[in-house]
Each structure stands twice: as C-alpha cells, then as structure tokens.
C-alpha cells in the first residue's frame, strides 16, 4: 500500500515540477534585486548586467535580499576563480547552504525552495571578481508522504554545514536537503539522531541526483551503542528491511556505484522517514519543580509506583551525570555555568529488566550572575572620587571588581571604591562586576562621572610641626594632583614678647607677643613635602607661614602654623680625664660636650674659656693652684652654644702624692658618724631616767588617790 500510494504521489510531483520549470525558463530571479556591500550601503548591478563585473571587498558581507520567498536552481555563478569565496543561502532564519558557491552550486544543480536572503564573502586579500548570477525559477510543489518516526527530526552533517535543517524530514516531497558523495564516507552525511531507541521495520526515501547510473544513496543504521548493525543502498520510495531493534539513529551517504566514483555526483534528498514499533515503555517521572540558580539547578519530581522502579539517570546533554536512588525525588544538579542553557533528561531504571524510560526532556537556562548595584558616587575635587554600590547578597557572592578600559584594575569586598589621581575636568567610564567564590564574573554594570575644575592656586593641606629644643621639623602634603603647582615657599617669623609685658600680666593673661606680616623671611623654597629648621633657639616662639607657587608665578595666601621650641637641657662634662705630661704640666681632656664652649676654673678664678671641640687644656705646673688638701684646684664648666651653663665638673682623681680622699668625702664621712653616736648617746640617757620617771608617775597618782578620801 505504501509502494502504490507512493508512485501516485511521484507521478504528481514530477509533472508538478516539469511544467514548473518549462513556464518561467527564461526568468532570471535575480534580475530584480541588487547585492548591497554590507559596509557601505552600496547597490550594485553588475551581476545581472552584460559585459561588468562586481570586484569584492576582503571580509566583507555582499547580501541578496529578496521581497518574498523565491523557490529556484542556479544555472550559472560567475566567480573569477573558485578559491576563498563562500555563499550562504537562507529561508528565513533556516541555513540551507554553506560552500564555495562555483564548485557546489553550479556543478551540482542544487535547487532551492522558499528563499529570502543570500550572502556572498570574499576570505582573501586576493582580487575576486562577480560577472553573473542566473538561475532556472521553480513553483513550490507540496506533494506529501506519510510521515513516521523522523518527522521533523533535525538533520545535521559531519562538517555542520547544514545543521537544524528539516526540509528532507518535513513531510513535503517539495523541499530537499543536498548531500555530496564524497566516496564511502562523506564530510556531507546526513545524521538523524532519535530522542529513543525504536525497532525499525521499513523507511522511506526520496532522492534525484546528478549522475544516477554511477552513484547511489547508503542508509547505515546504528543502535544504542553506536553499534552498526544494518545497512543497504537506498531505493526511491518505501521499503521493507529485517527488523531491526533498539536504532537510536542513522546515515545517508552520497557513494560510489560499480567501482566508478564521481565526486561531481550530487544528491537531493526531498524525503526521508522510519517506521516500526516502540520499545517496551516504562513509567517516568512526573517534574514538579525546577529552581534555576546561577551555578546550579534544583530539580524535584514525582516517581513511579511501580515496584521494579529502582533510581532516577540524570543525563546532561546526552552524558549520565547523576543516579538518584529511590525513593529520593530531589537533586541539586551542580558545577553548571551562568547564564547557559542545558538539556537535561530524567530516565527511570526498572530492574529487573535492566532498562530505562525514554525519560522527560527539558530545557533550563541558569540564571545570569547579578550585577552590582550602583548608589552615587561622590565627586570631590578635581582628582578623587568614590564610587558606592551595593554589592549583591546572595550565595556564592564573594566581591566586586572595578574595570576600566577592559582591565580589572580594583576589587573589594566592601560597599565603595575610592579613586584618587584622576585627572581634571575628565570623562571617566568604568565597570563594576560581581565575582563568585567560583570565579564567575558578572556582566559589567556602567557608571560615568566627569572630575572637577583644578584651581590655579591650591594650598597645601595637613600641615603639622613638631619641635625640640634646638629645630623645628614641618611636614605636609601638596596639592600633587593640581597641574598648575610648581613649588613650596617656607616663611618663618620669629615672635618676641612686648617689653611691657610684667610677672602679673604674663600670669594672668600671658606673654603677648608682635606679629608683623612685614617681617615673614622667607628661609626655603621646595617640591617635596618636609622640611627641617636647624637654625631655631632654645625658648623661643615662631611662626611659620607656607604659600604654594603655579607654574604661572603665583603665590597663594599661605598656611599658618605657631610652635615653640623646648628649654636647652644643660651640659654636661662626660668623659673627663686627668693626667701630667712629661714636663710636669697638668692635661684635662673631655669626650662631651663637643659644641659650645669649656670654662677652666684654677684656684677660684677664670682660668680660660676654651672651644668644647677641642676636646681638653693642658694647664702648666706653674700656674696651678691646689687645695688645703694638695689636690689641684680646677673646676670645669661646660657652656652650650646657647649660653646655657652646666653643672661644675671637679676632677675627683689626685695628681701625685696626696690623700686618697676629698674634702666632700670628709665632711659626709664626718656627718654619717656624727648621726650614728648621737642615737646611741639619746638610746643610753633614756635607759637611765626610765625608772626614776616611772617612780615619779607612781607617786604622783598614790598622792592623788590618799587626798580624795576622808575619815
């Protein structure tokens, strides 16, 4: 019956098709439409026009656009040479070829049905040139057959030149899909994958090809295992095979007849379909939920009742993944990417026997990362700003990138971004991104903001001093952003108190001190950021003013700040020794002080004043003066460059002959034993009128007693 009804409908489509083809034969479809270049705009004739040629642009797209669907087969492309070109033909949004259009269309007479649009591309920097483009118009026939197993089954090929296409499985003899032989094993085959394995009985076939008595069409049947385990040359029309069990999908080869190859051969396949019968089903799962996540999806469903039920196969496009132990009707499907859609398929496994279901197909799209969220940002000046955001909360969420130009160039896990060093009166463009603890990076979330206006004159900022008794040390930070800075001028002014000011008055209110705006000195010009006066006294009040410069000249107001320096602690002498040189002269030398000023005291009186740098004096035998006690009479006294006088320094050592004691250590010796006798001498009188006081008490109280009473 499928035999007869066939040649019924084959006698239509060809008789369809010849008088299709004999009414319109001298009309060229292509006579009414431009190619426009794709960059330009431009419009362009020469493929329809005698004797001109179309040169083409390297990587660029020339397109064909037609007003409706127009259903033809090319006659002749005219392409200067047949190297690094490739044509597109489209129905709609449907790719129907993808090839070097001088080898493959012209050569093969390739029809096409229901075309919209065509695009041509030139991949060299070679010149190639377009002279013409003629083409035989076809009238859309729709004889039909009956459909089975493949019907609107996608067929792709093994170089994907045609994928998602179902024009040979549409159930519409009128619409075809090409296959090339290439010998036994074509880049062009033909795959149709089933969702599920099936016994196959019969198929159906509709072909036409260019060289029929040389080359035939192959139909490889393969089983679950990517098992052949049928295959036969295909005959127009229905046929019959063995039964064949558990196909889960099949080839259509283009190959060689009788040991003759012809790679010109050429196959259009306008139908294509399997029948037979269902394996044994079994019972799926019924979905209830499914929750997207960013990284994962969670999936719960409603098993079978049946008892033989054993688990749940997860399958990730076509790849096991998971096994779910009954009775568990939930899972979390993990390691999944944003934003990417996945097929899954839930299969149900019955043992005994050993099988599965066809299972539940269904498509999910993980959900993109959420981006930051942007608050304001806050323009300071002219050179900083911070951006605040919020960044999002949910699981996985671990900070937030800062892109500029492409290049991470920041990151936090807190809530801003401070941005300093930017330049004046600047449109900044940057992007925030969310990253995961799994180093996903969100789409980036925009924020512009434009830098303010640079003042020509800046001061500087955070100027502090600190002080001690014999300098000053200034630090601050410049206006380094500013463009128009140039350099620091230090002033310093020193403040005196007025003579009139009294005890009373400095008590009460303190000392008052003149500042004059006049007497500002300028002492230092930098571009850095300290500075150290080394030219300060002890006690003493100063001022400091510090102006910026441009680079025009200008001078700023200035920034004040007062400090005072701290009481010269007074010298000392250290490292004193003592000795007499071969000719009996006495020699004092001292390691400190080593500024200022020595004063050698003989005898009483000023001896000498020498330079502390000097180190020591040598004091001839006859000047020196001695004590009651022989030693030499010298006192040293050390002097700061301030005037500042220190503790008098007496060598204690004796030189030559002498006492091994001072005076000092006399006079204490002498008080520490006074100190001691005098507590014996109190400790020996209290021991010996003790008793005569405490006979006295007695009395006294006996004498009182007798007088209080009367007889």
Known sequence: MKKALFYIVSFVFVFSFMNSVSADS???????????????????????????????????????????????RFTDVGFSTSTSLNMKVFSNDVLLFNSNPQ????????????????????????????????????????????????????????????PHIQLATDGNLGTTNYLRNFDYISTDNLIVDLNYPINVDSYFIEYDQTLPDRNTVLLRFFDVENKLIYETEGENGYNDTPILNN????????????????????????????YGSDLETYQDVIINEIETFYNRIYLEWENPDDEDFKKILVYKNDSLIEEVEAPLNYRYINNLEPNTEYTFILKTFYDPPGEESRGVTFTVTTKKIEKPTIKETDIFNYHSARINFTRPTFN???????????????????????????????????????????????????????????????????????????RVDLSWNNPSFNPHFNFVRIYRQDIQSTEDDNIITSLLFGSRVSANEEEYTPIFETNGTQFNDLTVAPESDYEYKLTTTNTEGEESEGVYIFTSTDTEPEPTMGGVNDSVDENGNYVYSWSTPTSGEVQVIVGGEEYATVDASLGSITIPESEMKYTALGDPAVTLVPISQYGTVGENHNPSKVLGAGLPFSVAAVVTGSMEIIGLVTGFIVLALALIFAPRIIAFIKKSIRSQNTRRVRT
């Open 26 to 72: 001298n009309t060229n479809v292509f006579e009414s439409y431009p190619i426009i270049n794709t960059e330009t705009g431009e419009e362009h004739w020469e493929h329809v026009t005698p004797g001109e040629t179309l040169s083409l642009d390297q990587n660029v797209d020339y397109v064909i656009s037609f007003d409706g669907p127009k259903s033809f």
């Open 396 to 470: 996985g969420s671990e900070k937030v990138q800062l892109f500029q130009d492409g290049e991470m160039i920041a990151e936090t896990t807190g809530s801003h971004f401070y941005l300093e060093g930017l330049e004046p009166e600047e449109v900044y463009s940057f992007e925030l991104k969310t990253v995961t603890t799994e180093g996903f990076i969100s789409e980036g979330e925009q924020v512009i903001f434009e830098t303010l206006e640079a003042p020509l004159l800046e001061e500087i900022t955070d100027l502090t001093a600190e002080s001690t008794y014999n």
């Open 247 to 274: 196909v889960k999908h099949i080839e259509v080869l283009g190959v060689k007849s009788d040991n003759y190859h012809d790679e010109d051969s050429t196959f259009n396949i306008s139908g294509l379909d399997l």
């Open 103 to 162: 080898i493959n269309i012209t050569r093969n007479n390739t029809m096409f049905y229901d075309v919209t649009r065509i695009e041509i591309r030139k991949t060299t920097s070679f010149n190639r040139t377009l002279s013409n483009l003629d083409s035989i118009p076809l009238e859309r026939v729709n004889p039909q057959y009956e459909t089975g197993y493949l019907f609107g089954k996608n067929l792709r090929t093994n170089n994907n030149q045609f």
